[in-house]
């Protein structure tokens, strides 16, 4: 497994990479700008795009996505039902730009050549926000930040829901490598010991 980060679009969200080396397969997690950069980096990569996965629908995740589905027509998009939704919105843009939308919830997996995806519906940052887990790594989206966590006060945000998606993750067990949605990456013990809002949580 290999997993490359590039942040993208003005306010730095992070696009990852994610790929089984052997079978030579790839998923694009949260293309949230410059799908001409996203592409180059692709040409350099000797795989197929099989997938194209958000952790939510805000637009700083999913900009790219009509322009990558344009490029890689194969690849299947998921996002949760619940952050699908928004056709018009600032927030939520991508229903009604993309044919063949697929949904993901809580307890599905995706194959990967010889990875399995696992979605964990996490909300509380959105409704629909979810936390991809593959191997030892947790693709967290804006539910957890290292040594912080995701604003609730947008539309469809709840501190509550946050905090209860925080209690879960922190209670997995095992040090997963945190592959956040902005800033850089964490492991889960460190947050267990340095989060205030991941302590918040466990102490519930």
């Known amino acids: 497994m290999k997993v490359k980060v590039m942040p993208v679009g ?61 490029a890689y027509p194969q ?49 509380g940052h959105s409704k629909g926000s979810v936390t991809l887990k593959v191997g030892d790594v947790l693709f967290t989206g804006d539910t957890l930040f290292a040594g912080d966590c995701g604003r609730t006060d947008l539309s469809g945000g709840s501190y509550e829901e946050i905090l209860a998606s925080l209690k879960r993750l922190g209670e997995l067990e095992g040090n997963f490598h945190v592959c956040p949605g902005h800033g850089g990456t964490s492991t889960m013990d460190q947050e267990r010991r340095g989060n205030p809002y991941l302590r918040e949580a466990m102490s519930r």
Do not use: W
Not at 77 to 96: E, T
């Open 75 to 123: 690849a299947k998009i998921y996002i949760h039902q619940a952050d699908a939704n928004g056709a018009g919105s600032r927030l939520f843009p991508l229903a009604g730009q993309v044919e063949g939308l697929l949904s993901y919830d809580e307890g599905d997996t995706l194959s990967l050549g010889g990875l399995t995806i696992e979605v964990l519906h996490t909300p």
């Open 10 to 70: 003005p306010i730095g969200t992070n696009c990852y990479i994610l790929e089984d080396e052997q079978a030579q397969v790839a998923a694009i997690i949260d293309p949230g700008d410059e799908a001409e950069r996203i592409l180059s980096v692709m040409g350099e990569e000797n795989v197929t795009v099989e997938y194209i996965l958000l952790t939510h629908g805000h637009y700083d995740h999913t900009t790219a996505v009509p322009a990558l589905h344009q």
